[in-house]
């Protein structure tokens, strides 16, 4: 499987933007599918993840009723929309996918197939 990530930009604070990631290679509606994200200077963080089926999902508290996570499996994408954006969420956030990993256990270990990054920028 390989992920594509889109959809970034740059966005004023209390915005909003909707980040992309189209998986080509195989299906994956038997994978779990999250976002993570890495801001300048600091470590990469976990953001958010969706379970296969469209299950449950799990979110950083950071970021816990602001971003909503989704899939459609017909189209082969997840998608992050990130609403109430704040200067702190300016990073590069990634795509992640793993055939074992459920949306909860994204929050703690590290999945295995990776997209490139989209850049967010939040603006003053």
């Known amino acids: 499987v390989q992920l594509q990530a889109s959809g970034g930009g740059l966005v004023q604070a209390g915005g909003s933007l909707r980040l992309s990631c189209a998986a080509s290679?195989?299906?994956?509606?038997?994978?779990?599918l999250g976002w993570f994200r890495q801001a300048p200077g600091k470590e990469r963080e976990f953001v958010a993840a969706v379970g296969w089926s469209g299950g449950a999902t799990y979110y950083a508290d950071s970021v816990k009723g602001r971003f909503t996570i989704s899939r459609d499996d017909a189209k082969n994408t997840v998608y992050l929309q990130m609403n109430s954006l704040k200067l702190d969420d300016t990073a590069v956030y990634y795509c992640?996918?793993?055939?074992?990993?459920?949306?909860?256990?994204?929050?703690?270990?590290?999945?295995?197939?990776w997209g490139q990054g989209t850049l967010v920028t939040v603006s003053s």
């Open positions: 992640a996918a793993d055939t074992e990993l459920t949306a909860r256990a994204m929050g703690i270990m590290t999945p295995g197939i």
């Open positions: 290679g195989r299906a994956v509606r038997r994978y779990g």
